[in-house]
C-alpha cells in the first residue's frame, strides 16, 4: 500500500465567531491510501481547540508512513488501526480518524459496499442536520434563518456566549421570528458559570430552545450534570466529552454526548462511544469541525445512530472541494457509490510526491 496526503486551505464563505474564537480559515491534510489500482480517501484538519496544527498532523503521518506500507491490505490496516492497539493510541485522533477513514473508504471500494454497511446499518441512511449560525447581530441571524429555512432546514444551531448575554436572548429571539417552525438548539461553547446557566435556560427555553450543548466550561462535569438536572431542555455536553471514558463518566448524567469523529478518534470509537450510552438516557449527537465533504462523510454513515445531528461543516465552506453528502437542502445524506461515496472536483492533488 502506499500512503501520501495534500495539505489545503479551507476557507469560510463568512467568518464564525463563537464564544471562545472567530475563524476564517484552517488547514486541511487529505490522506490518500492507494493499493490495487484504488484510492480511499480521509481529512484531518488543524484545531487550535484540539491541539492539532497542520504541522503536528504531518509529523504524525511521516512517522506512521513506513508502518502503514509494510502491511499487505487494507483489511490488515483497519486491524491493526484500532483506537485502542499499539499503532491507533499512538495517533492525536484527528490524524487516527483520517486514515481510518482512508481505509474504510478503501475496503468499500475494494468489495463495492459503502461504508454504512460496513459499519452494520444496511440501508442508506440520511438525516436532517443542525445549520449553525455564528454570534452575529439579531438583523443578520433572522436573514441567514429565514433565508435557510426557506431553503429546507429544519434545524437551526445558534452560537450564544456573548459577554452580554441579552445580545445572545436577542439573536436567539429573531432567529425564532424569521423561522418558527424550525428546532433551535443553542451552543454558548462553555461560556457561561454554573449560575449563569441555570438563570438563562429557562428564558431561552421559552424562546424555543430545544437543547443546549456546553453551556458550561469544560472541566467540571459534575457541574455539567447538575446543570442538566434542573434544566427545562436536554443538556448535550461537547467539550466535556472527548473521549471515551469521559462519555462513560457522563452516561446517564446528561441528556446527550456530542461525538466529533476528529475529537474521539475516528468511527469506531463513535460506535464504542454509543454503546457505553445506549439504554443510559443519554443519546447520541453527531457533530464536526468545520472541514469539507471528505472529513465529514465518515460521521454521514453513522446519522442513523443519532438524535441530534449537526454535520455542516462543508456547509460553512466558500468552495468545498468535495461532494457526495449532501446537506444543501438540509438533508445529509451518503451518495449511493462505494466506500465514503465522495468525490474530489477537477484538479485535487492525489498526494504528495515520495
Request: proline share 8%; aromatic share 2%; net charge neutral.
Amino acid at each position: 500500500m502506499r500512503l501520501t496526503w495534500h495539505t489545503a486551505s479551507l476557507e469560510l464563505a463568512e467568518p464564525l465567531r463563537i464564544s471562545r474564537s472567530v475563524m476564517a480559515r484552517r488547514d486541511a491534510v487529505r490522506v490518500c491510501l492507494e493499493h490495487g489500482g484504488l484510492r480511499g480517501w480521509g481529512e484531518a484538519v488543524s484545531s487550535v481547540h484540539l491541539g492539532l496544527p497542520a504541522a503536528r498532523i504531518l509529523r504524525h503521518l511521516t512517522a506512521l508512513r513506513p508502518v502503514v506500507e509494510r502491511l499487505p491490505d487494507p483489511e490488515t490496516a483497519w486491524a491493526e488501526l484500532a483506537p485502542a492497539g499499539p499503532v491507533g493510541a499512538e495517533l492525536p485522533a484527528g490524524v487516527l480518524a483520517a486514515v481510518e477513514s482512508a481505509v474504510l473508504d478503501l475496503v468499500g471500494k475494494r468489495t463495492g459496499a459503502p461504508v454504512h454497511q460496513l459499519l452494520g446499518s444496511p440501508l442508506p441512511p440520511s438525516a436532517a442536520t443542525a445549520r449553525t449560525i455564528g454570534i452575529v447581530a439579531p438583523a443578520a441571524a433572522a436573514t441567514q434563518a429565514g433565508r435557510l429555512a426557506a431553503t429546507g432546514f429544519t434545524v437551526l444551531k445558534v452560537k450564544a456566549g456573548s459577554p452580554d448575554p441579552a445580545e445572545d436572548l436577542a439573536r436567539v429571539e429573531a432567529v425564532h421570528t424569521a423561522a418558527p417552525a424550525v428546532d433551535l438548539l443553542l451552543d454558548p461553547n462553555g461560556a457561561w458559570t454554573e449560575e449563569q446557566a441555570r438563570a438563562l435556560l429557562p428564558r431561552f427555553a421559552a424562546l424555543g430552545v430545544t437543547a443546549v450543548e456546553q453551556p458550561i466550561a469544560a472541566g467540571r462535569p459534575e457541574a455539567l450534570a447538575r446543570v442538566a438536572d434542573t434544566s427545562p431542555i436536554p443538556v448535550i455536553a461537547d467539550e466535556d466529552a472527548v473521549t471515551y471514558e469521559d462519555a462513560a463518566a457522563l452516561a446517564g448524567r446528561v441528556h446527550g454526548v456530542n461525538v466529533k469523529l476528529a475529537k474521539c478518534g475516528g468511527v469506531r470509537a463513535a460506535l464504542r462511544i454509543q454503546a457505553v450510552l445506549d439504554g443510559s438516557g443519554t443519546d447520541l449527537m453527531l457533530g464536526c469541525l468545520t472541514a469539507s465533504s471528505l472529513g465529514i462523510a465518515p460521521a454521514v454513515h453513522l446519522v442513523d445512530r443519532a438524535r441530534w445531528v449537526d454535520l455542516d461543516g462543508h456547509l460553512l465552506l466558500a468552495d468545498d472541494p468535495w461532494s457526495g453528502i449532501g446537506g444543501t437542502d438540509g438533508t445529509v445524506r451518503p451518495a449511493p457509490r462505494s466506500g465514503l461515496g465522495v468525490l474530489p472536483r477537477a484538479g485535487i492533488p492525489a498526494g504528495v510526491a515520495r
